[in-house]
T-cell receptor
Framework: NAGVTQTPKFQVLKTGQSMTLQCAQD?????MSWYRQDPGMGLRLIHY???????DQGEVPNGYNVSRSTTEDFPLRLLSAAPSQTSVYFC?????????????FGQGTRLTVV | DQQVKQNSPSLSVQEGRISILNCDYT??????FLWYKKYPAEGPTFLIS?????DKNEDGRFTVFLNKSAKHLSLHIVPSQPGDSAVYFC????????FGSGTQLTVLP
């Protein structure tokens, strides 16, 4: 049982480049989300999805796109990378949303934009 | 404006003693509060949670206390062990999971 799998683990981009961070879960969870972790800021919610075909914005959505075509996958797209998007990105999934259900996190993607 | 605040970036404790990590929040609509633990190069993992209608929840060495009137919660670890050294995030739920900035706990042998 792999849980939540994120790829790649590390990435360096040049300003203006685009890329997709992959996230897959094998727990049949309906709820998936993307966070970024910055020093002194904790984890901030970028986008989330409560099921296939349904996505919504979190606290810091600008510069990112998401889609949810299957229950298992929730990719995060950077449209035109900027140095301010240098961060560690975590994908999470949970059985339900908005209650006490534990969220499971991937190992993270460390992104550097130069 | 951070709705969940952890004002201590770091805490050092001797092995065997109690570790107390603190968290304050501003949103009275939060339904649940959770603590996550994070080791370097890994994702956060769930540790313990408490409902807003409770004031204490205990799980082995870990106890979370909630003081709703003060909008304050704390995580107690007794006894602390070197393997507890990690970053601890306080989080709260009101439709979404909102995290604090984290506290680095170091347990000294």
């Amino acid at each position: 049982n792999a849980g939540v799998t994120q790829t790649p683990k590390f990435q360096v981009l040049k300003t203006g480049q685009s890329m997709t961070l992959q996230c897959a879960q094998d727990m049949n969870h309906e709820y998936m989300s993307w966070y970024r972790q910055d020093p002194g800021m904790g984890l901030r919610l970028i986008h989330y999805s409560v099921g296939a075909g349904i996505t919504d914005q979190g606290e810091v959505p600008n510069g990112y796109n998401v889609s949810r075509s299957t229950t298992e996958d929730f990719p995060l797209r950077l449209l035109s990378a900027a140095p301010s998007q240098t961060s560690v990105y975590f994908c999470a999934s949970s059985y339900s949303w908005g209650d006490n259900t534990e969220a499971f996190f991937g190992q993270g993607t460390r992104l550097t934009v130069v | 404006d951070q709705q969940v605040k952890q004002n201590s970036p770091s805490l050092s404790v001797q092995e065997g003693r109690i570790s107390i990590l603190n968290c304050d929040y501003t949103n009275s609509m939060f339904d649940y509060f959770l603590w996550y633990k994070k080791y370097p190069a890994e994702g956060p993992t769930f540790l313990i949670s408490i409902s807003s209608i409770k004031d204490k929840n205990e799980d082995g060495r870990f106890t979370v206390f909630l003081n709703k009137s003060a909008k304050h919660l704390s995580l107690h670890i007794v006894p602390s062990q070197p393997g507890d050294s990690a970053v601890y995030f306080c989080a709260a739920i009101n439709r979404q999971l909102t995290f604090g900035s984290g506290t680095q706990l170091t347990v000294l042998p």
